[in-house]
């Protein structure tokens, strides 16, 4: 477990040779007096330098928690920017199919527009064609009226001219 942790190992090192956990000689081979509190520094150097192999393993899990949560910020923020690109892109998509399809019912609209237009002046035309077949007609039998007067006229001119009025004859053979 030494090999995993290199400050805890650097510790255990330290207390092996001898040497304070600060890495300088013990404390106990500078003076004479301080021999005694060398021997009482000693007493505490494992907790001491537990509690420093754990204050080092926390940075490093401190650092460790950090990098990955920059890095989480990074792809929380890296996503961020695609859903937007790709909300913008849907969205370009969307007003360029409304914008067709306005485009295609606008042509299907003038296009029905145009057609009721030619069937109004194709109706127009037929109306104007019947209205003078109608008049001809009428014309027709204006002409074929006053021709049947003439010819009752004619007719009624012929019957009195030829037309034998029985009394004269019968006086006439007898005289």
Same mark, same amino acid.
């Given at each position: 477990?030494?090999?995993?942790? *290199? %400050? !805890?190992?650097?510790?255990?090192?330290?207390?092996?040779?001898?040497?304070?956990?600060?890495?300088? *000689? *013990?404390?106990?081979? +500078?003076?004479?007096?301080?021999?005694?509190?060398?021997?009482?520094? +000693?007493?505490?150097? #494992?907790?001491?330098?537990?509690?420093?192999? /754990?204050?080092?393993?926390?940075?490093?899990?401190?650092?460790? %928690?950090? =990098?990955?949560?920059?890095?989480?910020?990074?792809? /929380?923020?890296?996503?961020?920017?695609?859903?937007? =690109? @790709?909300?913008?892109?849907? +969205?370009? =998509?969307?007003?360029?199919? !409304?914008?067709?399809?306005?485009?295609?019912?606008? +042509?299907?609209?003038? !296009?029905?527009?145009? @057609? %009721?237009?030619?069937?109004?002046?194709?109706?127009?035309? #037929?109306?104007?064609? =019947?209205?003078?077949? /109608?008049?001809?007609?009428?014309?027709?039998?204006?002409?074929? !009226?006053?021709?049947?007067?003439? %010819?009752?006229?004619?007719?009624?001119?012929?019957?009195?001219?030829?037309?034998?009025?029985?009394?004269?004859? #019968? @006086?006439? *053979?007898?005289?």
């Amino acid at each position: 477990t030494n090999a995993a942790h *290199p %400050i !805890r190992s650097a510790c255990v090192r330290a207390q092996v040779r001898g040497w304070a956990p600060d890495g300088g *000689p *013990p404390k106990g081979d +500078r003076t004479g007096q301080a021999s005694a509190m060398a021997s009482a520094t +000693r007493l505490f150097n #494992d907790a001491h330098c537990f509690l420093q192999n /754990i204050s080092s393993e926390l940075e490093v899990f401190k650092q460790e %928690i950090m =990098q990955d949560h920059e890095h989480r910020k990074a792809e /929380i923020s890296e996503a961020r920017r695609k859903l937007e =690109q @790709e909300k913008f892109e849907r +969205r370009e =998509q969307l007003n360029k199919l !409304r914008y067709e399809f306005e485009d295609f019912v606008n +042509r299907k609209v003038d !296009r029905v527009l145009e @057609e %009721i237009e030619e069937l109004k002046i194709s109706e127009k035309r #037929d109306d104007n064609s =019947q209205q003078q077949q /109608i008049e001809h007609v009428v014309h027709d039998m204006d002409l074929l !009226r006053e021709d049947l007067f003439s %010819i009752q006229a004619a007719w009624g001119k012929l019957a009195s001219n030829c037309m034998v009025m029985p009394n004269e004859e #019968d @006086e006439q *053979p007898g005289a």
